[in-house]
T-cell receptor, first 112, second 112 residues
Framework: NAGVTQTPKFRILKIGQSMTLQCAQDMNHNYMYWYRQDPGMGLKLIYYSVGAGITDKGEVPNGYNVSRSTTEDFPLRLELAAPSQTSVYFC???????????FGQGTRLTVV | AQSVTQLGSHVSVSEGALVLLRCNYSSSVPPYLFWYVQYPNQGLQLLLKYTTGATLVKGINGFEAEFKKSETSFHLTKPSAHMSDAAEYFCAVTRSQGNLIFGKGTKLSVKP
């Protein structure tokens, strides 16, 4: 079982560039999440989705966009990258809020 | 709005000593509560969860937590720390809508 797969694992972006962080899960989960993790700040929710075609903002959505056209995929788009977006990004999925969320291995993004 | 407060960003214990990591939550409706662990350069994995029923829940690696509604707490304990328990621990809360919110985390160090 692949679980939750994130690509790429590492990326360096220049200020103003754009990129898409990919996230795919093979567990047929309806709920998917994007978080960013900064030292000492825990995980902050960027966007989440409760099913294909449904997305909603989390705590820190500014500068990001998401789409959920299929159950499996939940890409996160960064437009006009800024140094403040330097972080580790985690994607997660779960079958329901009562059950375990499965996390990807993370994408370490540096904006210079 | 939901929130999670973890008291103590860093806890240090000796091997064999009691581990106590504190978590308080804020939620206007009965919450689902989770503890996750993160080892260096990895994603998060579930230690234990509370949804309904028994308020004392047991998890993996000898950890347990007790849901106390009157104190809005969900503290994590382990009777005897092992070196392998050194990691960062996150408390999380969610409701039926599925937006999973994390605390800032507590780094556990275990001294030989």
């Amino acid at each position: 079982n692949a679980g939750v797969t994130q690509t790429p694992k590492f990326r360096i972006l220049k200020i103003g560039q754009s990129m898409t962080l990919q996230c795919a899960q093979d567990m047929n989960h309806n709920y998917m999440y994007w978080y960013r993790q900064d030292p000492g700040m825990g995980l902050k929710l960027i966007y989440y989705s409760v099913g294909a075609g449904i997305t909603d903002k989390g705590e820190v959505p500014n500068g990001y966009n998401v789409s959920r056209s299929t159950t499996e995929d939940f890409p996160l788009r960064l437009e006009l990258a800024a140094p403040s977006q330097t972080s580790v990004y985690f994607c997660a999925s779960t079958g329901s809020p009562r059950t375990e969320a499965f996390f990807g291995q993370g994408t370490r993004l540096t904006v210079v | 709005a939901q929130s999670v407060t973890q008291l103590g960003s860093h806890v240090s214990v000796s091997e064999g000593a009691l581990v106590l990591l504190r978590c308080n939550y804020s939620s206007s409706v009965p919450p689902y509560l989770f503890w996750y662990v993160q080892y260096p350069n990895q994603g998060l994995q579930l230690l234990l969860k509370y949804t309904t029923g028994a308020t004392l829940v047991k998890g993996i690696n000898g950890f347990e937590a007790e849901f106390k509604k009157s104190e809005t707490s969900f503290h994590l304990t382990k009777p005897s720390a092992h070196m392998s328990d050194a990691a960062e621990y996150f408390c999380a809360v969610t409701r039926s809508q599925g937006n999973l919110i994390f605390g800032k985390g507590t780094k556990l160090s275990v001294k030989p």
